[in-house]
């Protein structure tokens, strides 16, 4: 059993991958789903004869996980029972390819023979969605009104989680070349661990790997290309050893944040010292997660000594661990020196460890959190 799920922001990125897909495997079959406004699910199954079967289904809930849950893993069962090898599923826009996998992996076991999990994207259009402040629904890109995913978060997600990243230009839509070539490079600084395939016929099958992908979406979790890029799009990387005061950090966020398509890590925040915080940066929409507690039994606060500051690491392209803050900025034309210096004065003094933390106000109400 050979499953191959294409997920995509824009439909029509979505049929022209699934076609592209298609030509390539003409022995497979082929699920391409979408979702209306009513709940209904339009289902349309190409068989490798070439038949077309088309279904509706009215779902009770105008859900994308009931879609899924109540369409695309029944429809999958029923392939494999007519004997199909390989199965290409085509999502509705705003679903996530980890969504379906997880359901098709609980209805037909762990080892469900996912080959491929891919994001079908158009580069001339891929930086504009992550400045849209409207969620997806608004924007609309998903019938579900309480859908609140901005357009730029469903992307990054989908970036982070799946292992291909498929050019798939809409015939319908002129190329801008310029465009196209800056928005290949920002795939590259977003998705690191992703093969970016131009065509079809250059996506390696076989490189899902359902937990390091899991892995790769976890709250904190930071990945940058192993060789540092140069333009236009670059990755910053700054990690600061002592925890942070919660007010000049509060000031000092929105300025690291000012040109950043992602900014992603994990924080070590003075009021809430024995937890992991979480910090997401997608576009114009930026907030603070408690993960909960820091691994091992580390003291709340160091003890008073010299200020340490980290400065970028070009050389590394792996997930931090530890206590201790750790940001990655990705952008266009990103000062490090000036975000270093911004990270850097947010360090508590030796005269605040001291004094402790029982007099600092907590702006983003994170103890409450845990």
């Known amino acids: ?172 839509v002129p190329v801008a070349p310029e465009a196209r070539a800056r928005g290949l490079q920002l795939l590259r600084e977003l998705a690191p661990h992703a093969d970016i395939a131009e065509e079809a016929a250059g996506i390696r099958a076989g490189r899902h790997d359902y937990a390091q992908a899991v892995g790769r979406t976890l709250p904190g979790t930071v990945s940058v290309p192993a060789d540092p890029s140069t333009a236009p799009f670059t990755t910053v990387i700054q990690r600061i050893r ?38 997401h940066g997608i576009g114009p929409r930026i907030w603070l997660e408690n993960t909960g507690p820091w691994p091992g039994g580390e003291p709340s606060l160091p003890s008073a000594g010299p200020l340490e500051h980290f400065g970028p690491s070009p050389g590394w392209h792996s997930s931090f661990g530890g206590r201790g803050t750790w940001l990655a900025a990705t952008g266009d034309d990103l000062d490090a020196e000036e975000i270093g210096r911004l990270l850097a004065s947010c360090q508590l003094t030796d005269a605040e460890l001291a004094a402790g933390t029982g007099s600092l106000s907590d702006p983003f109400d994170l103890a409450r959190q845990h």
């Open 242 to 279: 002592r925890p942070l005061h919660p007010e000049r950090f509060r000031h000092a966020l929105a300025a690291m944040a000012a040109g950043c398509c992602w900014l992603r890590g994990q924080l070590w925040i003075a009021t809430a010292p024995d937890c992991r915080i979480a910090v």
């Open 1 to 172: 059993m050979n499953l191959t799920v294409v997920s995509s922001l824009d439909a029509l990125c979505r049929q022209q991958a699934c076609e592209a897909l298609a030509a390539i495997y003409p022995a497979a079959a082929v699920i391409v789903l979408d979702l209306l406004e009513n709940g209904t699910v339009i289902r349309r199954t190409l068989g490798p004869a070439g038949a077309v079967e088309r279904h509706e289904t009215v779902l009770e809930h105008n859900c994308l996980g009931c879609t899924v849950r109540l369409d695309l893993v029944p429809a999958v069962e029923q392939l494999l029972a007519r004997g199909e090898q390989h199965i290409i599923v085509g999502l509705p826009s705003g679903v996530e390819a980890g969504t379906a996998i997880s359901a098709l992996r609980g209805a037909l076991g762990l080892d469900c023979g996912v080959s491929s999990a891919i994001f079908a994207c158009a580069p001339d259009s891929v930086e504009d969605p992550i400045w849209d402040h409207h969620t997806l629904f608004e924007s609309g890109f998903t019938p579900v009104p309480v859908d609140e995913r901005t357009p730029g978060e469903f992307l990054i997600g989908e970036l982070s989680f799946c292992d291909t990243v498929l050019a798939a230009d809409p015939d319908l």
